[in-house]
């Protein structure tokens, strides 16, 4: 069993999702530095996607600096890396455009949007 939970929605790629689930499980606590994570076949059979997209998850969390590939062990969640404020604000940027853009491509209104930024940070807080 999966230490996190994938709610497929059509519209997003599937590995998106799949990163965005196991982002809201660390965030929430449910997997933390030194878990063992899924391998590639395991993602694959668990979640019915392809190897190739497991693996795509995969490489990119370990190029995030979210896992380490360890010898003979696996995949392994990696303590957080400390990062300057610059680089916080940077990452927080790019994600607020991409949401921005989303929003507006739909005709949301900002009190809309900032609404839901506060539905999901309660509930994420709350995991």
Do not use: C, Y
């Not at 965030?27 to 795509?56: C, M, N, W, Y």
Request: net charge positive; hydrophobic share 45%.
């Amino acid at each position: 069993m999966l230490p996190f939970a994938v709610r497929f929605k059509s519209g997003s790629p599937v590995h998106e999702q799949v990163l965005l689930a196991v982002r809201r499980a660390i965030v929430g606590g449910r997997l933390v530095p030194g878990d063992r994570f899924p391998s590639v076949r395991t993602l694959s059979q668990e979640l019915r996607i392809s190897p190739a997209t497991a693996h795509k998850v995969i490489s990119t969390l370990t190029e995030e600096g979210v896992l380490s590939i360890e010898p003979g062990v696996g995949a392994i969640i990696r303590q957080k890396r400390p990062t300057t404020a610059e680089q916080r604000e940077a990452l927080l940027e790019e994600e607020v455009e991409r949401l921005v853009v989303g929003a507006r491509l739909v005709a949301l209104k900002l009190e809309d949007v900032l609404r839901a930024v506060r539905r999901a940070w309660n509930r994420l807080v709350k995991e």
